[in-house]
């Protein structure tokens, strides 16, 4: 098994502590971050982490799905 980077773990602390400008500029989206940055945003988390790896280059991508107002599952 493969380790997960500590860049992995940076890029998914950025998202969280960038959370509320992600929620204004990417409401109920997917969105990938790559070294600090969103490199890919969709509906679909399988289409976003396959766009970033491309863009990237970069096998471990954290993903967050950036809730707006009360989402039912």
Known sequence: MKQIP????ED???AEEHY???VR???QKWVA????KVVSVGDSPTKV?????KKTGVEHIPLT???RGIVVY
């Open 65 to 67: 799905f950036v809730e």
């Open 6 to 9: 500590d860049r992995f773990w």
């Open 33 to 36: 971050v790559v070294h600090k």
């Open 49 to 53: 982490r396959e766009e970033a790896r």
């Open 25 to 27: 500029k990417y409401p």
């Open 20 to 22: 509320e400008e992600l």
């Open 12 to 14: 998914d602390e950025w």
